[in-house]
C-alpha cells in the first residue's frame, strides 16, 4: 500500500475550537488517518499529522485547508513563530510505497487546485521548488506575513500559483515535498531571550553551526521562559542525539540547565537509534510519536 504523509500548519494555537473544527472536516475524508496535532500559544500554530494513500491524503489537505481559511484571520494574528499565512505550510512527504516524484506531484496538483478555489498565492518550495531560490522555507518565510504586501508584486517574488495579490485575511501559502524531518524544541530554564538566541544562532547552519539544523530561539510568554525551537532536516546526518548534545553544553556555558524538549509532530523510528526518550529529556513522548506505528 502506498502511504504519503501530510503535515500542515496553520496560523492558530489559541482557539481550540477552531482547530478542532479543521480536524473535525479532516476526519470526514474517508482514508485519511489522523496521527497527531498540537498547538502552541506561544508560536500560535497548530500542527495536524496524518497519512492515507496519495489520493486520500491530497483530498484531506485540500478538506483541512479549506476550512482554516475559513476560520482564521491572519489581520489578528500574532505569534513568535515566522509565517506567512492562515494556511502557512502544506509538506507532502513519501512513507511507504511512494517516491518523491509522486510527492512533488500531489504537492503540485494541491497547491494549484488551493491556490485558484481560494485565490491565495501559493509559493512551492523544497523538492516542489519551481524556483531554486525557494527550495528552503526559511527563504519563503524571509520577512513573514507583515512584508506580502510589498513583495508580492516584486518579479522576485511572484507566485508559483494562485493571484500575485495580497489577501489580508489569508495571507500566503508554502506548499512542498521534502524527506522526513524532526520539529524539535528544547525548552531553557531561563526568561533570558538573548540566550536562547545566541545558541541558536551557534547551532543553525545559516550560522556556520551544524548541518541540516535550523534553529531560532524565541520567548514562551506564557511560561516565562525560552526555547531553542529547530528543524533538522536531514537526521541521518546530523542527528538528534547530537543536536540535543550540542545545545546542552552551550546552555551549560551560560550556567543554564535544559527543562526539556519535545517533539511537534512525529519522526522516524531510526532516528531514535542509540539514544532513549529518557535521555532527550523529551515530554509526553509515546510510541505514537513513532510513524512507522501507524503504518
Avoid at 154 to 171: C, K
Wanted: with cysteine; hydrophobic share 40%.
Amino acid at each position: 500500500m502506498k502511504i504519503l504523509e501530510c503535515i500542515p500548519n496553520f496560523s492558530e494555537g489559541k482557539n481550540r475550537d477552531t482547530i478542532n473544527k479543521i480536524v473535525e472536516e479532516l476526519r470526514r475524508v474517508n482514508g485519511v488517518n489522523l496521527l497527531d496535532f498540537s498547538m502552541d500559544q506561544d508560536h500560535n500554530r497548530s500542527v495536524i499529522t496524518f497519512i492515507g494513500t496519495p489520493e486520500d491524503v491530497e483530498r484531506g489537505a485540500s478538506a483541512a485547508s479549506d476550512k482554516a481559511l475559513e476560520l482564521i484571520d491572519m489581520r489578528k494574528h500574532s505569534g513568535v513563530h515566522p509565517r506567512n499565512g492562515a494556511v502557512d505550510v502544506v509538506p507532502f512527504v513519501p512513507i511507504k510505497g511512494v517516491d518523491m516524484d509522486e510527492a512533488i506531484a500531489v504537492a503540485h496538483r494541491f497547491g494549484r487546485a488551493f491556490a485558484e478555489r481560494n485565490n491565495v498565492p501559493v509559493y512551492f518550495y523544497g523538492g516542489a521548488a519551481l524556483n531554486p531560490s525557494r527550495k528552503g522555507l526559511p527563504f519563503i518565510r524571509k520577512g513573514g506575513y507583515e512584508t506580502l504586501k510589498d513583495k508580492i508584486n516584486d518579479p522576485l517574488w511572484l507566485p508559483d500559483a494562485g493571484p500575485a495579490v495580497f489577501n489580508p485575511r489569508s495571507g500566503a501559502t508554502a506548499v512542498g515535498a521534502r524527506n522526513p524531518l524532526i520539529a524539535f524544541n528544547i525548552n531553557l530554564d531561563t526568561d533570558s531571550i538573548d540566550i536562547a538566541g545566541r545558541i541558536a544562532k551557534s547551532i543553525r547552519q545559516s550560522s556556520g553551526g551544524l548541518k541540516h539544523v535550523q534553529a531560532m530561539g524565541v520567548l514562551l510568554k506564557s511560561r516565562n521562559i525560552v526555547q531553542v525551537s529547530m528543524n533538522l532536516t536531514n537526521y541521518k546526518e546530523t542527528s538528534i542525539r547530537r543536536v540535543f548534545d550540542t545545545v546542552k553544553e552551550k546552555a551549560r556555558e551560560f550556567g543554564v540547565d535544559i527543562l526539556e524538549s519535545e517533539l511537534i509532530g512525529l519522526l522516524p523510528r531510526n532516528a531514535l537509534e542509540g539514544v532513549t526518550a529518557n535521555y532527550l529529556q523529551l515530554r509526553d513522548f509515546r510510541e505514537e510519536k513513532i510513524i512507522e506505528t501507524h503504518c
